[in-house]
C-alpha cells in the first residue's frame, strides 16, 4: 500500500520533469548563495581566529603600555630583574618590495611554551635564527608572495596567518626600524611568588588578559553581518520558487490523494510519504547548492579579501578550504527551507476533505482569500518597520528594518498590482482588451509568488545600486579634497629625509609633513597625525562640523580634529575632550569624513605631535608644487635620492589605488545581487511555466471565438511584460527606502560614516530593461508553445473535464 | 446552399496506428435549416462539428461555407470565419472565467463586430439569466453555465450554429425552451443550425437528421 502510494505519487514528477527541475535547482540555487556567503564568512573568521590566537594572546596575558606605543627594551629588563618571567615581543608593518607585511619579533629564549607557534629550537635552527641576516618564517602563501622579493632567508611554517612574518626581536627590531624598542610583554601563566609588584617595576603598563577575538573579528563583524543579510535575501528569493513549485505540485496531485485517501492510504502516512519526498528533494538540492556555494565563494572570496584587507588591513587568504560545518549548515538550511517552503501545502494537505472536487481554481480562490491577510500583514510589517526607524537603534535594528521593510512591501505586491489592474480593466476598451486585464488580474495568484521574489531582488538591486553609486559619487569628490597635494615622497631614512626637505625646499612650493603615531584613543586603535598650518587644508580638507577657525586652533596647539568613525563609535563631538597617547588631553574642534580607514584618526598640530612624541618617525611627506612640475620633479628625486619607484608617489597614482580598493569593496554585494536577479527571473520562468499547463482551459475558448494562437501568444506575452513593469515600477520606491536604510542606519553601524544620498535614475531604467528583457524570455518559452500548439491540442480543451 | 461538405476524410494518430473517424462525408445544409447529428459515443460527431467551425482541417475533402472553401486557409482568416460566420456551442462549457456572465454574454458579439445590447437583453431574460448578469462562470450550476455558453453564441448572429448537445445538462423542460430559442434564431434571421444531439425527441423537432456510424453518415 505505502509502496503503491509513494510510486502514485513519485509518477508525477516523472511526467513533469521541467517542475522537477524547476525545484531543485530553486532549492540549491537558493541553498547555494547561503553556503556562498558562508563559506567566505567561515574562512574570514577562521583567519581571525588564528590571528588573535598567534603567539598564545588568546592564552596568554601580556603588559603593554596604556597608549597602545610601543616600550624600551629597558621595561623588559627591569621586569626580569624583579622576578617576573615575561617575554619581548615587537610587531610592526613594513614593506618588502610590493609585498605588505605584518612583522612579528620574538625572543626564542625566553618565549613561554604556549606562544611557540613554530618549532625554532628544532635541529641546528637556533643560530641562524638569532644571528643576522635571521630567518622569516612565514605561512606557504605568504612565503609564495615572498619569492621575488629581497628578504632574509624565508623558511614555511604552518599555522601561521598570512601576511604575516615571524623573526628574532633583533632581526624585527632591525628590519623596523624601532631600536630596542618592543611592543609588548608575554607573561608567563605560572609567575614566581614574591616578584615585585607592577605598579612599582613598571608604573607605566598595564596587564592585558588573553583575549579570544581579536580587533580584527570585532571590527570585520558588522562587514560579515551585511554579507550574511544579502546571504539570507538570496536564499528567501529562491525559497520563493521552491514555494511555488511545492505548492503546483500538490495542487496538481490533488486527485491522486484523494484516490490514495479513498482507497485507504491514512492521511498521516499521506503526509509522511510527501515529508519524506521533500527531505529526499531537499539533501539531494541541498548537495549540489553546497558544491554550487563554493564555486560562487572561491569567485567572490578574491575580491572579498581584498576588500577586508583595503578596508580592515584584515588578511585573508584568497582560497577557500573545505568546512564540514558549511556542509552541515548548507544541508540543514536546504532541508529547513523545504519544510518552511512546504508547511502551507502540507498543512492544506492534512485538512483536505475527502471529497472535495480537485480544480485547479480552488487553489487560485485560497489564494485570494489570502490576499486580504496578506494585506493586512503587509501593513503590520510596513508599520513595524517606521516603527523601527523611527525609535530603533544599531546594526540589529537596522537590519531588522530592513527585514521588514522588504517583506512587507513584498507582501503588499498582489494587493497593488490588483489595484492597477482594476483600473486598468475600467479603463479598457473593446472584448479583447477587457479580457486581458481581467484575465492577466486573474492569473495574479498563481504568479504573485514569482512576482513577490522578483520585487525583492529588484529592489535590493534599485537599494544596492543607489548605494554604491551615492558612495563612489561622494568619495571621488572626497579623494579629491583629500589628496590635494601634487606629490607624495617616504624616505627610507631620517637622514635621508632632512636632505629630501632641504633639496626641495627650493624646488617646491611647499613640503607638508605626514607624521603620526599609532596608539590607542578612547579605548580603540588609532593613528594620530601632525599638520602643518597651510592653505592646502584650510582649503582642501573635507570638514563635516568644526568649530569657527578651526585651522588656527589646531596651529596653536589646543584642538585636535577626528575622524568620523571615532565620533560616531565613542559618541564624541565639538567641545569633547579626549585623552592622547602619553596622557595628555585635547579638545575636539572638528570632525572629517574619512571614508574607508577602519580606525580612528586624529589630527594636531605639527609642533604638538613634535613635542608630545619627540620620536615620531619624520620619513613621509606631500609636496605642493604646479601640476604640470609635478611629473619632472618626481623624476628628479628619484634620480637625485635613488628612490625607488613606490617611494614617490602622484596623486594620480594614490587616487587610482584608493578608487580601486573602493570598487572591490560592494563587488560581492553587487554579485549577489545579480545573482539574486537570476534567481529571480528563474522563478518567473518556473512559475509562468508550471501556470501554462493551466492556462490552455481559460486560452482555449478565445481561440474558438476567433482569435488566432499567434495573437494569443502576443497577448502572453504582453501579459508578462507589463506584470514585469510594474513589479518593476513598485521596487523602484522600495528600493530607494532601502538605499536610504542602507546609508542612513546600516553603513553608519558597520562603517562609520553616513554618506549622502544620491539617485540614478539612467540605473533604474538600465534595471529595467534587464528586468523587462528576463521576464520577456520566461514569458516567451510558453507564448513560443502556445503559437505551435496543434489544434487537436486545444480541442482536447473541450473533451476533457476540467 | 450556406454548408456543403464533400468527401471529408479525417484520421487521429493513435498508439495502434491512424484511426479513421471520418470516411468521405457528404453533407448539406441550406439557410434557414436546421439539421441533427446523431451517432454513438465515439463515432465522430464532435470532430466534425470542429472540421465545419474551422479548428481543425481535415486530412482530405472540401468545405465550403457560405460559397468558400474554408479548407486550407491561413490561421488568419480560419480565426475571421470563427469571429464572423461561425458559431459554436461546445459539448463541454467553454466560457471564459475571467469575466462575468454579462461580460461573457457580449464577448463574441463584440468580437464579431456586432454588439447589440437590446437583442442581450432579450437573450438574457429568455435563457433565465438576468439574475446572475454579474456573477462569475465558476459561481454558476452546470445547466446555467451551459445556457451562457449558448446565449453568447446567439447573440452574435452568426450565420451558421453549430451546437455540441447543447442541452445535454439541462432538464426536459428548460432543454426544450432552449432548443425552442435556437430554432427561432435561426428561422428569424435565415441562419443554419447544425446540432449534435442524442435525443430523438429533440432530434424529431429539427428539419432533418443524419445518423453518423463507422466514420460514415446513414
Ligand atoms: N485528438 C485526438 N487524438 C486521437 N484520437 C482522438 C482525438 N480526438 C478524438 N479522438 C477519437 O476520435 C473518435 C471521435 O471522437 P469525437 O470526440 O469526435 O466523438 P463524439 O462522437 O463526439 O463522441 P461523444 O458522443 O462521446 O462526444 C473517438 O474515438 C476519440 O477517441
Ligand atoms: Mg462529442
Avoid: C
Amino acid at each position: 500500500m505505502v509502496w503503491t502510494g509513494l510510486t502514485a505519487l513519485l509518477s508525477h514528477w516523472r511526467r513533469r520533469p521541467v517542475q522537477l527541475a524547476m525545484l531543485l535547482l530553486g532549492l540549491s540555487l537558493a541553498t547555494a548563495l547561503w553556503s556562498a556567503v558562508q563559506a567566505i564568512n567561515g574562512e574570514a573568521r577562521a583567519s581571525y581566529d588564528r590571528a588573535a590566537a598567534i603567539l598564545g594572546q588568546d592564552r596568554l596575558a601580556q603588559l603593554v603600555r596604556e597608549d597602545g606605543a610601543r616600550m624600551d627594551q629597558q621595561e623588559f629588563v627591569r621586569l626580569r630583574r624583579a622576578g617576573w618571567l615575561a617575554s619581548p615581543v615587537i610587531e610592526g608593518e613594513m614593506r618588502f618590495g610590493d609585498v605588505r607585511l605584518r612583522v612579528l619579533g620574538i625572543d626564542p629564549l625566553t618565549l613561554p611554551p604556549q606562544a611557540q607557534q613554530v618549532d625554532i629550537a628544532a635541529g641546528d635552527q637556533l643560530l641562524p635564527f638569532i644571528t643576522a641576516p635571521g630567518v622569516l618564517y612565514a605561512a606557504p602563501e605568504t612565503a609564495a608572495r615572498l619569492t621575488e622579493q629581497a628578504t632574509p632567508p624565508v623558511r614555511v611554517a604552518e599555522g601561521l596567518p598570512p601576511g604575516t612574518v615571524l623573526t628574532d626581536i633583533g632581526q624585527a627590531q632591525v628590519l623596523l626600524g624601532a631600536k630596542d624598542k618592543i611592543s609588548r610583554l608575554l607573561l608567563w601563566p605560572d609567575q614566581p611568588i614574591g616578584r615585585a609588584p607592577l605598579k612599582v617595576t613598571a608604573p607605566g603598563l598595564t596587564l592585558r588578559e588573553p583575549s579570544e577575538t581579536g580587533d580584527l573579528a570585532r571590527l570585520t563583524d558588522s562587514f560579515h553581518l551585511n554579507l550574511t543579510a544579502f546571504g539570507f535575501l538570496a536564499f528567501a528569493v529562491g525559497l520563493f520558487i521552491v514555494h511555488s513549485a511545492i505548492g503546483l505540485a500538490f495542487e496538481q496531485r490533488r486527485q491522486v490523494f484523494r484516490t490514495l485517501r479513498a482507497l485507504g492510504l491514512p492521511a498521516r502516512v499521506l503526509v509522511l510519504l510527501l515529508i519524506a519526498e521533500l527531505l529526499t528533494f531537499a539533501l539531494l538540492a541541498g548537495l549540489v547548492g553546497v558544491a554550487l556555494g563554493y564555486v560562487v565563494a572561491s569567485a567572490l572570496l578574491p575580491d572579498v579579501a581584498a576588500t577586508l584587507r583595503g578596508l580592515y588591513g584584515a588578511d585573508v587568504p584568497g582560497t577557500l578550504s573545505i568546512r564540514p560545518a558549511v556542509w552541515a549548515a548548507g544541508l540543514a538550511i536546504a532541508v529547513i527551507g523545504t519544510l518552511v517552503a512546504a508547511a502551507q501545502s502540507l498543512w492544506r494537505l492534512w485538512h483536505l476533505p475527502l471529497l472535495a472536487a480537485a480544480q485547479p481554481r480552488a487553489w487560485a480562490r485560497a489564494s485570494e482569500r489570502a490576499l486580504r491577510a496578506q494585506g493586512v500583514a503587509a501593513m503590520v510589517l510596513l508599520l513595524t518597520a517606521a516603527g523601527i526607524a523611527h525609535f530603533g537603534s544599531g546594526l540589529e535594528a537596522g537590519f531588522a528594518l530592513l527585514a521588514a521593510l522588504l517583506l512587507g512591501a513584498a507582501l503588499a505586491l498582489p494587493l497593488v498590482l490588483t489595484g492597477i489592474l482594476h483600473l486598468g480593466g475600467r479603463l479598457a476598451r473593446g472584448p479583447l482588451a477587457e479580457w486581458f486585464w481581467a484575465d492577466t488580474r486573474q492569473q495574479l495568484p498563481g504568479l504573485s509568488l514569482a512576482l513577490m521574489a522578483l520585487l525583492l531582488a529588484l529592489a535590493a538591486n534599485v537599494g544596492v545600486s543607489t548605494m554604491v553609486s551615492s558612495f563612489r559619487l561622494t568619495f571621488t569628490g572626497w579623494l579629491d579634497q583629500r589628496l590635494a597635494s601634487e606629490l607624495y615622497v617616504t624616505a627610507r631614512t631620517e637622514a635621508e629625509a632632512t636632505a629630501i626637505r632641504d633639496w626641495l625646499a627650493q624646488r617646491s612650493e611647499a613640503v607638508l609633513p605626514i607624521w603620526s603615531i599609532e596608539g590607542r584613543v578612547a579605548g580603540q586603535p588609532a593613528a594620530i597625525y601632525g599638520v602643518a598650518d597651510h592653505v592646502t587644508y584650510r582649503d582642501n580638507w573635507p570638514i563635516l562640523s568644526a568649530v569657527p577657525e578651526v585651522w588656527d586652533r589646531i596651529a596653536t596647539g589646543d584642538g585636535a580634529l577626528i575622524n568620523e568613525q571615532l565620533a560616531r563609535r565613542q559618541e564624541l563631538g565639538l567641545g569633547d575632550q579626549i585623552t592622547l597617547p602619553g596622557g595628555w588631553r585635547a579638545s575636539i574642534v572638528g570632525v572629517y569624513a574619512d571614508y574607508g580607514n577602519p580606525i580612528g584618526q586624529v589630527i594636531i598640530g605639527i609642533d604638538t605631535l613634535v613635542q608630545h612624541y619627540p620620536d615620531v618617525s619624520r620619513l613621509r611627506y606631500a609636496i605642493r608644487i604646479a601640476p604640470g612640475k609635478a611629473e619632472s620633479l618626481a623624476a628628479g628625486l628619484r634620480a637625485e635620492f635613488g628612490l625607488p619607484a613606490q617611494n614617490v608617489i602622484d596623486q594620480a597614482g594614490i587616487k587610482v589605488f584608493s578608487l580601486k580598493v573602493f570598487e572591490r569593496t560592494f563587488n560581492v554585494t553587487a554579485a549577489l545581487n545579480v545573482l539574486t536577479l537570476g534567481v529571480a527571473g528563474l522563478a518567473m520562468f518556473a512559475s509562468v511555466m508550471t501556470l501554462s499547463g493551466m492556462r490552455l482551459p481559460q486560452l482555449a475558448p478565445v481561440w474558438a471565438m476567433g482569435l488566432t494562437r499567434r495573437h494569443l501568444a502576443w497577448l502572453e506575452l504582453s501579459r508578462g511584460l507589463l506584470l514585469a513593469a510594474l513589479t518593476m515600477l513598485a521596487a523602484v520606491p522600495v528600493g530607494i527606502a532601502l538605499a536610504f536604510v542602507l546609508l542612513a542606519v546600516v553603513n553608519v553601524e558597520a562603517f562609520g560614516w553616513r554618506l549622502p544620498m544620491h539617485l540614478f535614475p539612467g540605473d533604474w531604467a538600465r534595471l529595467a530593461a534587464l528586468a523587462l528583457l528576463a521576464a520577456g524570455l520566461a514569458a516567451a518559452v510558453p507564448a513560443w508553445r502556445l503559437a505551435r500548439l496543434s489544434p487537436s491540442d486545444l480541442l482536447k480543451v473541450f473533451a476533457h473535464e476540467r | 446552399m450556406l454548408l456543403r461538405l464533400h468527401q471529408i476524410d479525417k484520421f487521429y494518430p493513435t498508439g495502434e496506428g491512424p484511426l479513421h473517424v471520418l470516411n468521405g462525408i457528404d453533407l448539406s445544409l441550406e439557410a434557414g435549416k436546421s439539421l441533427a447529428l446523431t451517432g454513438e459515443s465515439g463515432s465522430g460527431k464532435s470532430t466534425l462539428l470542429h472540421l465545419v467551425a474551422g479548428l481543425d482541417s481535415p486530412d482530405a475533402g472540401e468545405i465550403h461555407l457560405g460559397g468558400t472553401n474554408i479548407v486550407g486557409l491561413n490561421d488568419t482568416a480560419l480565426a475571421a470565419l470563427r469571429r464572423g460566420t461561425v458559431g459554436l456551442v461546445f459539448q463541454q462549457f467553454n466560457l471564459i472565467p475571467s469575466l462575468d456572465v454579462a461580460a461573457n454574454l457580449a464577448f463574441q458579439a463584440r468580437l464579431a463586430g456586432r454588439p447589440d445590447p437590446a437583442w442581450l437583453k432579450v437573450l438574457a431574460k429568455r435563457l433565465g439569466l438576468a439574475q446572475v448578469l454579474t456573477r462569475y462562470p465558476e459561481q454558476l450550476s452546470a445547466g446555467q453555465q451551459q445556457r451562457v455558453a449558448i446565449g453568447r453564441t446567439l447573440a452574435a448572429r452568426p450565420r451558421l450554429v453549430l451546437a455540441d448537445e447543447p442541452t445535454g445538462n439541462l432538464d426536459e423542460a428548460t432543454g426544450d425552451a432552449v432548443l425552442d430559442l435556437m430554432l427561432s434564431l435561426v428561422a428569424e434571421t435565415g441562419a443554419a443550425l447544425l446540432m449534435v444531439t442524442h435525443s430523438n425527441r429533440l432530434a424529431n423537432r429539427l428539419n432533418a437528421r443524419v445518423h453518423l456510424h463507422a466514420g460514415r453518415l446513414v
